[in-house]
């Protein structure tokens, strides 16, 4: 039975109820209201979704070569991270033998309409696959020693590594590449792979030195001819050297320029005959290493020498060096080109030294089919004796007010000329001419400035400085800067422009962006006493652009250098 029990309360105890701390009415914003309820509501947060359904994290690769084939095993860390299946592609190691997915629910398959495999699985976390298989080894049959080529794609993943096995006939091992070999002990190598890169490792084995000469005939050829262009007769000689790669030379057959006579050949012990305009050349024996060739040729003289070349037939990879003097008063220049350049330093050196001369002019063909054009000068049909003016080097400084500092320099070789004409640029005002640090007065012709040439055949060094007017620069468009014309030939043309800020420029042919090399000391002559000669560029002021080009002009009249000229503020468009 249970007892209730009523609490009376008068209204004296009502009184003092506040006093006691009982609870109160309190109102509340709904605003509040509604914060105070999300508060002790909390929304409960998705789960974020894997920034990626699956990882392949890592690769091992165990590489172990055995005759013409390679086994490959690989062990993959792959990590799942989303429920569903998941087709992870996977790149062909060769032939698959093994599969091992460990818990994983799945198979291997091969990729519809594209190469390599796809590993078909599902399971949530990281696990370890193992997959085995052989490749095949291509063998090269004509390398002079034993060349075994493995080629594989390595799998897509975030690290690769491995070691790579070989037996005891491998004496080198060539990461080609695709891989970066780390370290080797006997016959194991550790690498680092590149990610889904192909990798390519060159297994090199002992010399086939013996069954070299039993290989298909492989050589090369260097031919090199000089043309001595006189008054009576042009001589030309030839020297060709050959150097057998593989097999072994039993004839040389050279063919012969048109129009020349062949007057000797030396060969050592070789004998040589002329069949079908060609030149053969038959050693005692087939040989694996050939003496030099001498050839000597001739011809009828003229104003325009052709280029003698003698070509190997059958030679897989011949290099043309074709070098042109002139007797006595006459100078040579080359009108066209065609597929030849002037030789760098280190070419020149590689000439035979009964070859090189301070006047003579060497060029490098890359396709005989295409030789260069010469034309021949004499003195009695030109202003000028024999010169060549071997580097031409213009310093312009532009400024905003259609003015421009102008100056040039002119290394010259003289075989008696007793002037250089320049043809300088319209609106030139000249402001000092020397030659060697030592001031001279030029003429004037209707060319341009005459400059008196000391005699000798030393190298010479002519300075001519001044002003030009009426230069327009524009805001936006093409800048022509003007290069002296001579009357000697120009080996090679040189331009330093200093161009205003507020712009950009560039070149419009980029391939003639060069560093310029500092100019020769001028040499003095006895007894004289020279100032120091000019030889620094214009200072460029702060703000100013200085642009360098050079290239090859093989002329009297080289063509103006163009630079392109654009608002600093408007961008290239990529689209």
Known sequence: MRRCSALLVTPALLL?????????????????????????????????????????????????????????AQSLSLSLYDPDWQTIPLSAVGSVTAAQLGPL??????????????????????????????????????????????????????????????????????????GLARGSSGGRWSFAGAPGAALVVQLLGRTRAVERSRLPLKFEADVTTLATVGRTRTRVKALVTTRVLQGQLERLRLALPQGFELLNV??????WEVEQ????????????????????LSAEPGEEPKTPLLVPRGSARTRFWSGMQVDADGTAEVTESGSARLLEDAEREQLPASMRGPLTLFLLLRDPARP????????????????????????????????????CWAVVRST???????GMPDRFVLATAERDGLPV????????????????????????????????????????????????PI????????????????????ERSAQLSPLPPPRHAAGASPRPLALAPFPAPAGHVVLEAAWSALSTKPIPLTIRVKPAAKKERWF
């Open 416 to 422: 008696g000329a007793t002037h250089l004409s320049l």
């Open 16 to 72: 003092l109820l506040p006093s006691f701390g009982l609870p109160q009415e309190v109102t509340l914003p709904l605003e509040r209201y509604d914060a105070l309820r999300l508060a002790t509501h909390p929304v409960a947060t998705p789960e974020p979704k894997p920034p990626a359904p699956y990882a392949l994290e890592s690769v091992e690769l165990e590489i172990r070569v055995d005759g013409g084939s390679a086994r490959i």
């Open 441 to 488: 007065i030029p003429g004037l012709e209707a060319g341009g400035l005459v400059v008196p040439l000391a005699g000798g055949e030393e190298t010479q060094l002519v300075h001519v400085s001044g002003m030009l007017s009426g230069v327009i620069l524009p805001a936006e468009g093409t800048l022509d800067v003007l290069v002296p014309s001579t009357s000697a």
């Open 105 to 178: 629910e799945g198979s291997l398959r091969t990729e519809k309409d594209a190469p390599g495999l796809a590993l078909v699985v599902r399971g949530l976390g990281r696990h370890r696959l193992r997959l085995e298989s052989v490749v095949p080894l291509t063998e090269d049959a004509t390398a002079t020693r034993t060349t075994r080529t493995l080629s594989l794609v390595l799998p897509a993943a975030a690290a690769v590594h491995g070691e790579l096995w070989v037996p005891q006939d491998v004496s080198a091992v060539v990461f080609q590449r695709g």
């Open 277 to 296: 305009g060609a030149l053969v050349v038959t050693p005692a024996a087939p040989v694996e290493s050939m003496v030099p060739i001498t050839v000597d």
């Open 372 to 407: 260069p054009q010469w034309h021949v000068t004499w003195a009695e049909g030109s202003k000028v004796l024999g010169a060549q003016v071997d580097r031409l080097l213009v310093d312009v400084a532009f400024g905003e007010a259609g003015r421009a500092a102008y100056q």
């Open 266 to 271: 030396s060969a050592g012990d070789a004998g």
């Open 491 to 510: 080996g090679q043309a040189e331009v330093r422009a200093t161009l205003p800020g507020g712009r950009t420029y560039a070149l419009a042919s980029p």
